[in-house]
């Protein structure tokens, strides 16, 4: 069984940055599909950016391909976002979730089961 744990989040004032951590256990040891999300106050689950662990990053959400990074550490069986120039609308909770099983490539923020309980993001102006 996959599990997934984030942190790294707090509360920060705009334009800093922060770099969240997702630690994954149980899934595919050769390559896999993790994604983030988030989720604003009020509003639906957004994906924000994925990774193949086999691969490496493959796609971001529009809305944040020039301030988020995703990476990884497979030593440590760690997926990153860096997050830059932060601004008030990514305050959230943010999530790491996985498809859990051997995939290479990955769909676009659908089909991830395994998910992790969050880490909250508060940012102030």
């Known amino acids: 069984q996959a599990q997934l744990v984030e942190s790294g989040g707090g509360s920060v004032q705009a334009g800093g940055s922060l770099r969240l951590s997702c630690a994954y256990s149980g899934v595919s040891t050769s390559s896999t599909c993790i994604a983030w999300f988030r989720q604003a106050p009020g509003k639906g689950r957004e994906g924000l950016a994925i990774i193949s662990t086999g691969a490496g990053p493959l796609a971001y959400a529009d809305t944040v391909k020039d301030r988020f990074t995703i990476s990884q550490d497979k030593a440590k069986n760690t997926v990153y976002l860096q997050i830059d120039s932060l601004k008030v609308e990514d305050t959230g909770m943010y999530y790491c979730?996985?498809?859990?099983?051997?995939?290479?490539?990955?769909?676009?923020?659908?089909?991830?089961?395994?998910w992790g309980k969050g880490t909250q993001v508060n940012v102030s102006s």
């Open positions: 979730a996985s498809t859990g099983g051997y995939r290479w490539s990955c769909p676009e923020f659908v089909g991830y089961i395994w």
